[in-house]
C-alpha cells in the first residue's frame, strides 16, 4: 500500500505562482510512477503531469506545458508542482496518483492505484 498526502493549494492571483507537495509513505514508494490529476466543479477529472518513478521522463497536458513543471525527490519520497503563470482555468481540486514502476506512465486516470485526497487551487482573476 502507497499512501499519498497533498498540500500546498491555496488562493493565488491570475499570473501567480503556487507549490503543491505530494508525500508518498509506504512500502516501495519510490517505485511509483507519480502523476497529477485536477478535477473543477461539474467537469471530469483530467491529467496534468506525471513523473516517472526514476524521474527521467515526464509529460505534461497541452494546457500547462511551459507553466508548470512536476518533479521529485526519491531520497524524501515527495513529487512536487510547481506552477506558475496560473490562470483562473486552473482553479480546480489538484489530486497525486500513483502507479507502479512496471507499468507504463500513462494520462488515463484509470491506470493509476493509489489517489491522495485533494488540495484545493483557486486562482482569482
Known amino acids: 500500500q502507497v499512501q499519498l498526502v497533498e498540500s500546498g493549494g491555496g488562493l493565488a492571483q491570475a499570473g501567480g505562482s503556487l507549490r503543491l507537495s505530494c508525500a508518498a509513505s509506504?512500502?516501495?514508494?519510490?517505485?511509483?510512477?507519480m502523476a497529477w490529476f485536477r478535477q473543477a466543479p461539474g467537469k471530469e477529472r483530467e491529467f496534468v503531469a506525471v513523473i516517472s518513478w526514476s524521474a527521467g521522463s515526464t509529460d505534461y497536458a497541452d494546457s500547462v506545458k511551459g507553466r508548470f513543471t512536476i518533479s521529485r525527490d526519491n531520497a524524501k519520497y515527495i513529487v512536487d508542482l510547481q506552477m506558475n503563470s496560473l490562470k483562473p482555468e486552473d482553479t480546480a481540486v489538484y489530486y497525486c496518483a500513483a502507479v507502479i514502476w512496471s507499468r507504463p506512465m500513462a494520462r488515463d486516470s484509470s491506470t493509476y492505484d493509489y489517489w491522495g485526497q485533494g488540495t484545493q487551487v483557486t486562482v482569482s482573476s
Open positions: 509506504g512500502r516501495t514508494s519510490r517505485n511509483y510512477h
